[in-house]
């Protein structure tokens, strides 16, 4: 159902996307007792996957809704996304951000041409903020994660490591809004052999664990977690796309996402967001179902405040 959409996808957006390179660390997978391959969208454009979703969303649009622009919501990374994707193609961007979104991502936006308004830092208040300005200049609405073109475009990623790595056991996404890990399962449905999908989410907010426990949409009463770009919940498209095409998800803790996050720092010499390392985590956190695997890990960004690191 999917296979030529994603195939379709990766060819339009290829102009406007870098390759990022695969990477391994020796020290790590001694660690893990995994082959480990990192596939790292911390160096794409605009530092995050994203980039690859906010690409395939704005090349969608009609000539009609190019005219007039687009709008959306977020707290960083799909924000600066659409801002150059709309940059490249010469379009207004219209991108609202609560006010607790890290200063360095709301610099990036304005610095891509985004025109920033800032909001309480709730989802009803993004989605308000965001449905005033689609009625007050005409913009489209361009959704961070649940939107199937969002979730096409996060799945190249995951086809450009298979295409590197094709004989991969086991291919990981930390899972926020669903948008990254639900490409990144149909890709390995459709492209893998043999290969599975499973998801990383810190227990602090644990949403899309206990909505494929109940089979219904759940929320987070908190999102007290240092992985930000993971407090978001599944939508309505992305949870199906879950429920039918993720093998399953492993829960982290916080210290456990630090300790995998500053591994990655000293061992790789690079710089990832705490989201990011939370598959790895997860892999360190249960070694014995990772033993001897060759495990594809999708690094998802570095857009990371560095004056705020917990180490």
């Given at each position: 159902?999917?296979?030529?959409?994603?195939?379709?996808?990766h060819e339009r957006i290829k102009p406007f996307i870098h390759r990022t390179p695969v990477m391994t660390s020796q020290q790590l997978n001694e660690i893990s007792g995994a082959d480990i391959y990192?596939?790292?969208?911390?160096?794409?454009?605009?530092?995050?996957?994203?980039?690859?979703?906010?690409?395939?969303?704005?090349?969608?649009?009609?000539?009609?809704?190019k005219a007039k622009g687009v709008v959306t919501h977020s707290s960083g990374n799909f924000a600066q996304a659409v801002a150059?994707?709309?940059?490249?193609?010469g379009i207004p961007a219209y991108i609202v951000m609560p006010s607790n979104s890290p200063a360095v991502k709301v610099a990036a936006v304005k610095g891509y041409g985004g025109q920033v308004t800032l909001c309480p830092p709730t989802l009803k208040?993004?989605?308000?903020?965001?449905?005033?300005?689609?009625?007050?200049?005409?913009?489209?609405?361009?959704?961070?994660?649940?939107q199937i073109e969002v979730v096409l475009g996060q799945g190249t990623a995951?086809?450009?490591?298979?295409?590197?790595?094709?004989?991969?056991?086991?291919?990981?996404?930390?899972?926020?809004?669903g948008g990254l890990s639900g490409g990144t399962a149909l890709a390995a449905h459709y492209f893998g052999k043999n290969c599975i999908t499973i998801g990383a989410e810190p227990?602090?907010?644990?949403?899309?664990?206990?909505?494929?426990?109940?089979?219904?949409?759940?929320?987070?009463?908190?999102?007290?977690?240092?992985?930000?770009?993971?407090?978001?919940t599944l939508g309505t498209v992305t949870f199906p796309i879950l429920q039918e095409y993720l093998d399953s998800i492993i829960r982290v803790t916080e210290e456990e996402i630090v300790h995998a996050m500053r591994l990655i720092y000293e061992r790789m010499k690079i710089i990832i967001e705490p989201s990011c390392a939370v598959p790895f985590a997860a892999v360190l956190r249960e070694k014995e179902k990772f033993a001897g695997k060759k495990i594809g890990i999708i690094l998802s960004?570095?857009?990371?405040?560095?004056?705020?690191?917990?180490?």
């Amino acid at each position: 159902m999917y296979q030529q959409a994603l195939l379709d996808t990766h060819e339009r957006i290829k102009p406007f996307i870098h390759r990022t390179p695969v990477m391994t660390s020796q020290q790590l997978n001694e660690i893990s007792g995994a082959d480990i391959y990192f596939k790292c969208e911390n160096f794409q454009r605009m530092g995050a996957f994203k980039m690859r979703g906010g690409a395939n969303a704005v090349l969608n649009l009609t000539e009609a809704q190019k005219a007039k622009g687009v709008v959306t919501h977020s707290s960083g990374n799909f924000a600066q996304a659409v801002a150059l994707s709309a940059k490249e193609v010469g379009i207004p961007a219209y991108i609202v951000m609560p006010s607790n979104s890290p200063a360095v991502k709301v610099a990036a936006v304005k610095g891509y041409g985004g025109q920033v308004t800032l909001c309480p830092p709730t989802l009803k208040d993004r989605m308000e903020y965001a449905n005033r300005i689609v009625e007050e200049k005409g913009a489209t609405l361009l959704h961070p994660f649940n939107q199937i073109e969002v979730v096409l475009g996060q799945g190249t990623a995951a086809i450009e490591l298979l295409e590197e790595q094709p004989d991969l056991n086991i291919l990981m996404a930390p899972v926020g809004g669903g948008g990254l890990s639900g490409g990144t399962a149909l890709a390995a449905h459709y492209f893998g052999k043999n290969c599975i999908t499973i998801g990383a989410e810190p227990f602090e907010v644990d949403d899309a664990w206990r909505s494929l426990q109940s089979g219904k949409i759940e929320t987070n009463e908190t999102i007290n977690t240092i992985a930000d770009g993971l407090r978001t919940t599944l939508g309505t498209v992305t949870f199906p796309i879950l429920q039918e095409y993720l093998d399953s998800i492993i829960r982290v803790t916080e210290e456990e996402i630090v300790h995998a996050m500053r591994l990655i720092y000293e061992r790789m010499k690079i710089i990832i967001e705490p989201s990011c390392a939370v598959p790895f985590a997860a892999v360190l956190r249960e070694k014995e179902k990772f033993a001897g695997k060759k495990i594809g890990i999708i690094l998802s960004g570095g857009n990371v405040d560095l004056g705020a690191l917990p180490f």
